[in-house]
């Protein structure tokens, strides 16, 4: 599967951006699919899941409430809503398949489908 993520940009704090992750080669219900996002010096950070049989979502506990996933089957392509936003969630932000939970967390699969990044700033 290739992943294709737009939609990044600079927001000031409170305020909304949605990002989008065309997908092509598989369909976006084939597997775990979900949005990763990496800050400069940080550990990248799974934050937001949707499943693939049912559409049912899981959020990281710093973007509950915030952030909402979502997918359209026949465009192909997942969504990432995101509100009331803060600069903590300045980073780049990826699109990913294959997500695997093991133990407590969220991993991309050994194939590491992502989608190339799009930088997400918050700042006044």
């Known amino acids: 599967v290739q992943l294709q993520a737009s939609g990044g940009g600079l927001v000031q704090p409170g305020g909304s951006l949605r990002l989008s992750c065309a997908a092509s080669g598989r369909s976006v219900s084939s597997y775990h699919m979900g949005w990763l996002r990496q800050a400069p010096g940080k550990e990248s950070e799974v934050v937001a899941v949707?499943?693939?049989?049912?559409?049912?979502?899981w959020y990281g506990d710093s973007v509950k409430g915030r952030f909402t996933i979502s997918r359209d089957v026949a465009k192909n392509t997942l969504y990432l809503q995101m509100s009331t936003m803060e600069p903590e969630d300045t980073a780049v932000y990826y699109c990913a398949a294959d997500l695997r939970w093991r133990t407590d967390k969220w991993y991309v699969g050994p194939a590491n489908y992502r989608g190339q990044g799009t930088q997400v700033t918050v700042s006044s």
């Open positions: 949707i499943i693939s049989s049912g559409g049912s979502t």
